[in-house]
C-alpha cells in the first residue's frame, strides 16, 4: 500500500515537484522516489508489502526500459497470474508491482479485469506515450484527478493536487451532497476541478492528445434476477464459507505481520476467527476500540463481545481507549480525510492504526463490506416494512408519518421512526432513497445562498441503468450502497486514517470471487424476514458462538448528539458564526442558526448535518483558505 502521483501533459516543468510528493508521505513512508521527463511526472511513496527489498521500490520499469508503472495497492491473486499468463517474464522481484507491470505490456487493460485486488495505478510506455491511469472494482484505492486543457494530474489523495489548480471554485452540488449524506456520492469533491475516478474504471490516453482522452467502465457488479443459484441453503452454506476462506487466505499475503480489527461484531469476528482456523498455531494480534457514553447514539458497547470473541478463539486484544479530545481531533481528521464526511469512526481508525504501527504491524484485516455484500443494515430491515405499508391508503400512511413526526427526536428509537416514516407516503424508490437522507430536502436547500434545487439522489438513479435486469428492492439497494456509502464513506475513511499512520487495511468481504458469488445468492437468503445476513450467519455458526453472531445490531461511532450540544460549543460559536458563515458566501446564516435551534429544543436531530457543516468549514479553512502553504 502506498502513495502515487502523477501527471501527463505539457507543463510538466511548471507542475509537480518532491515537495508535492510529500504531501503524501504519509501513505509510504518506506521510500519516496519520482521520475520525470518530457510531459510526464510519475512519483511514488512506497509502504513496503511483499518484496521489502528495493527490487520493489517504485516507480519501477521494464527490463526494456520502455515501460514504467506506479501502483497503490495488493493484487492477491498475482503469483497465479504469472503462473497462468506470463510464465516467460523473467521476473527480477517477487512483488505484485512486476506482476502488474508485465501483465499490463503483453496483455494491455484487459489484464486489469483478470486482477483480484485492491489498487490505483498509472502505467507509461516510454516510446508511444500511450498511459493507463485505473481504479480497483470496488474503489477500494482512492484516486482523484484533475483535468484542464492537453493536461491530467492524479493522486491517492486530493492534498496532493491542489496547490497546481488554474482555479479553485467550490461544488455547490457536491456540499449539498455531503450535507444529506455526510459523504458525495460518485465522482464529487468539495472542488469542482478536482473528481474522483470511478470504481472499476480507468484512464486511457496518449500525452500528445490529452484532450482526448477514453474513460471506461471495465467493470460492474452483476446483479441480475435472472441469475440466481438454484443450489440448496445447506450447498451454499459450503461454498460460501469456501469462498470466504479462500479470500481470508489471499489477503494474508505479506512479507510484513498481518493483525485484525476486531469489534465483537460479526463481520470482523468471522475474518477472524477464519484466520485462526487457517493458522491454528498463530496467536493473531487483533485491536478493538473501547467506547464510552454512545448508548443514547442507539449503539450497544461492542467490548464486551470483542472480548469475548477473543478468548474464545485465543487471540491476543489490544484494547484501544475511545476517549477522543474532539475539539484536538476535530481538524486533524478532516485533513487526512481529504474531503468533509461527517462521522466519528475514522477517529477509531486512526487510533487503532496507531496503536498497530506502535507494534510493528503495517497490515490490518477487517470486517468493512460485509453489511453491503450480505444485506447487514437496519435500513435493509425496513424494506420489508415500507413492502407491508405500502398496502396502507396514503391517508393513512401521512396519518402515520405525521404522528412519528412530532415526536421528540432525542432518543434513538424516535429517530429510527422517524426515519422509516418520514417517506411513507411516496412510492417505494423514494422511500427506499429516503433512508440514506440525514435531513430535510426543503432544509437543505433553505441552508444555501442559492436557492437553486439540485436532485441528490440524481447518481442513485443513474445507477439504476447498470442493473435493469435486477428486480430485487433488497439487491437495488445493495448495489446503491457498494458504489455509494460504501466507496464514498467507508471505504474512502477507512483507507485515509490507517494511511495516516502508515498502516495497509485489507478487506476480504471484497474478495472479487467473494461479491460475484453473493449476487448469485437469492435475496431471501440474505435477509430473511428481519433477520439481517443470514446465509453469513450460518456460515458463522461453524466457527464462532450464537451469542456473538446473533447479538444487536450496533455501529462504529461515538457520541456525536452530546458533541453537537456541548462539547463542541466553542467550535460551532467559531466554525458557525455569523461571520464565518458570511465570509465563506455559500450558506445563509439565517438558516444556518435556525438549524442549530432546532436541534437543542429537540423537534428534529439535526445533529450529523450540523456536523456536517463543521466539517465543510474545517475543510474550506485547512484547503480552500490556505491552500497547503502552511
Not at 392 to 402: A, D, G, H, M, S
Request: hydrophobic share 35%; proline share 3%.
Amino acid at each position: 500500500m502506498c502513495g502515487i502521483l502523477g501527471y501527463f501533459g505539457n507543463q510538466e516543468s511548471s507542475f509537480l515537484n518532491k515537495v508535492s510528493l510529500e504531501k503524501i508521505s504519509h501513505r509510504g513512508p518506506d521510500h519516496s522516489e519520482f521520475i520525470i521527463g518530457e510531459h510526464f511526472y510519475l512519483g511514488h511513496t512506497r509502504l513496503s508489502i511483499l518484496d521489502l527489498s528495493a527490487r520493489g521500490n517504485q516507480p519501477m520499469y521494464s527490463s526494456d526500459k520502455n515501460f514504467s508503472i506506479i501502483f497503490n495497492g495488493e493484487i492477491y491473486n498475482h503469483l497465479e497470474l504469472r503462473e497462468k499468463y506470463l510464465s516467460n517474464v523473467n521476473f527480477s522481484s517477487t512483488s505484485d508491482t512486476e506482476t502488474l507491470l508485465y501483465g499490463l505490456i503483453y496483455e494491455g487493460t484487459e489484464f486489469i479485469k483478470k486482477l483480484n485486488g485492491i489498487f490505483a495505478f498509472s502505467f507509461y510506455n516510454f516510446e508511444t506515450k500511450d498511459f493507463i491511469i485505473a481504479r480497483d472494482h470496488f474503489g477500494v484505492k482512492p484516486l482523484y484527478y484533475f483535468l484542464n486543457d492537453n493536461e491530467i494530474g492524479f493522486s491517492s489523495e486530493a492534498k496532493a493536487l491542489l496547490p497546481y489548480l488554474k482555479n479553485m471554485d467550490y461544488d455547490e452540488t457536491a456540499l449539498k451532497n455531503y450535507i444529506n449524506f455526510l459523504w458525495a456520492p460518485g465522482n464529487l469533491t468539495p472542488i469542482k476541478q478536482i473528481k474522483k475516478l470511478l470504481p472499476g474504471n480507468y484512464i486511457t490516453g496518449n500525452v500528445s492528445k490529452i484532450n482526448e482522452l477514453q474513460f471506461t467502465r471495465y467493470y460492474s457488479i452483476p446483479f441480475d434476477s435472472n441469475s440466481f443459484s438454484n443450489k440448496s441453503e445447506a450447498e451454499l452454506i459450503d461454498l460460501l464459507e469456501e469462498k470466504l476462506v479462500n479470500a481470508v487466505q489471499r489477503q494474508m499475503l505479506s512479507d510484513v505481520p498481518v493483525g485484525f480489527f476486531l469489534s465483537g461484531g460479526l463481520d470482523s469476528s468471522l475474518v477472524v476467527a477464519i484466520a485462526k482456523k487457517l493458522h491454528p498455531k498463530k496467536k493473531l494480534d487483533c485491536f478493538t476500540i473501547k467506547t464510552h457514553n454512545i448508548e443514547n447514539e442507539g449503539f450497544v458497547d461492542d467490548f464486551y463481545y470483542a472480548d469475548k470473541v477473543a478468548k474464545y478463539l485465543d487471540v491476543n486484544l489490544n484494547v484501544v481507549d475511545s476517549t477522543v479530545e474532539i475539539l484536538n481531533d476535530f481538524d486533524k481528521i478532516i485533513y487526512f480525510l481529504d474531503e468533509p464526511q461527517a462521522d466519528p469512526a475514522p477517529i477509531h481508525v486512526y487510533n487503532i492504526c496507531k496503536v498497530a504501527k506502535e507494534k510493528g504491524i503495517k497490515v490490518l484485516l477487517g470486517g468493512t463490506g460485509g453489511d453491503d455484500i450480505f444485506s447487514g443494515y437496519r435500513r435493509h430491515q425496513a424494506l420489508e416494512l415500507a413492502k407491508i405499508i405500502s398496502f396502507f391508503p396514503v391517508v393513512l400512511r401521512k396519518l402515520i408519518k405525521n404522528i412519528v413526526g412530532k415526536l421528540n427526536q432525542t432518543n434513538s428509537l424516535s429517530r429510527r421512526l422517524n426515519k422509516l416514516t418520514k417517506n411513507i407516503d411516496k412510492s417505494t424508490e423514494e422511500i427506499m432513497l429516503g433512508y440514506f437522507d440525514w435531513i430535510d430536502q426543503d432544509k437543505l436547500n433553505g441552508l444555501f445562498l442559492n436557492k437553486s434545487k439540485i436532485d441528490v439522489h440524481s447518481y442513485f438513479k443513474f445507477l439504476n441503468t447498470l442493473i435493469s435486469k435486477e428486480k430485487s428492492n433488497l439487491n437495488k439497494m445493495l448495489f446503491w450502497e457498494i458504489n455509494t456509502f460504501l466507496v464514498s464513506h467507508n471505504l474512502n475513511y477507512t483507507d485515509k486514517l490507517s494511511m495516516a499512520h502508515g498502516v495497509e487495511v485489507r478487506v476480504p468481504y471484497l474478495d472479487l470471487e467473494l461479491v460475484e458469488f453473493s449476487t448469485t445468492i437469492p435475496p431471501k437468503l440474505k435477509l430473511n424476514g428481519s433477520e439481517t445476513k443470514y446465509l453469513l450467519k450460518k456460515v458463522a455458526e461453524r466457527y464462532l458462538p450464537k451469542e456473538i453472531i446473533y447479538r444487536p445490531k450496533t455501529g462504529f461511532g461515538g457520541p456525536v448528539r452530546k458533541w453537537i450540544l456541548n462539547d463542541m460549543s466553542s467550535m460551532i460559536n467559531d466554525y458557525l458564526s455569523k461571520e464565518a458563515v458570511e465570509k465563506r458566501g455559500i450558506f445563509d446564516y439565517e438558516k444556518v442558526n435556525e438549524l442549530l435551534e432546532i436541534n437543542k429544543k429537540g423537534s428534529d436531530d439535526l445533529s450529523y448535518p450540523i456536523w456536517s457543516l463543521l466539517a465543510i468549514e474545517s475543510w474550506m479553512r485547512q484547503f480552500y483558505d490556505n491552500k497547503l502553504e502552511k
